[in-house]
């Protein structure tokens, strides 16, 4: 395994614990919000660190000849991040006290971690395709 890939995967299983912990403590407001926080931070950082070494944007583009699997985690890796994107103003409107955004928050929660979970399993079955 590359040095780089061992670097990758350590990296993702940290940020998931990180993000697993934070909606663990979901009741305690500021935890929360710091683990989350932190979480997206540090996988935005992740997919910046894959896009510098291996251009993972010019690969990704040439969706049809790549392979099923890899435009799949693909296209996880992308609704993840707009999800993050997503979730993020309706968090801090629930800080503000916006109790009417509580359920919208709770669905994004529960498909933006699907989704990043999904993303994790997909890079694996990339990795033992190739
Ligand atoms: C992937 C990111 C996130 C996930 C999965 C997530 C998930 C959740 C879940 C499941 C709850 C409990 C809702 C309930 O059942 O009542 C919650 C509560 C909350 N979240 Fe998030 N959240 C995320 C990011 C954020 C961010 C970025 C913020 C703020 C900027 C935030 C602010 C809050 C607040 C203020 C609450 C209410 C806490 C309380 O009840 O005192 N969340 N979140």
């Given at each position: 395994m590359k040095i780089s890939s061992i670097l990758f995967f350590s990296q993702s299983i940290f940020i998931m614990a990180i993000l697993f912990t934070g909606v663990y403590y979901r009741k305690i407001k500021t935890k929360h919000i710091k683990l989350m926080g932190t979480g997206i931070i540090w996988?935005?950082?992740?997919?910046l660190q894959i896009e510098l070494t291996r251009h993972a944007i010019n690969t990704a583009s040439k969706a049809l000849t790549n392979p099923m699997i890899l435009n799949?985690?693909?296209?996880?890796?992308?609704?993840?991040?707009?999800?993050?994107?997503?979730?993020?103003?309706?968090?801090?409107?629930?800080?503000?006290?916006?109790?009417?955004?509580?359920?919208?928050?709770?669905?994004?929660?529960v498909t933006t971690l699907t989704s990043r979970t999904l993303v994790f399993i997909t890079s694996i079955m990339v990795y033992f395709l190739n």
């Open positions: 996988d935005l950082i992740l997919i799949i985690h693909v296209s996880f890796s992308v609704l993840t991040v707009l999800l993050y994107f997503t979730i993020i103003p309706t968090g801090l409107s629930l800080k503000k006290g916006n109790e009417n955004i509580r359920k919208t928050h709770r669905f994004l929660g």
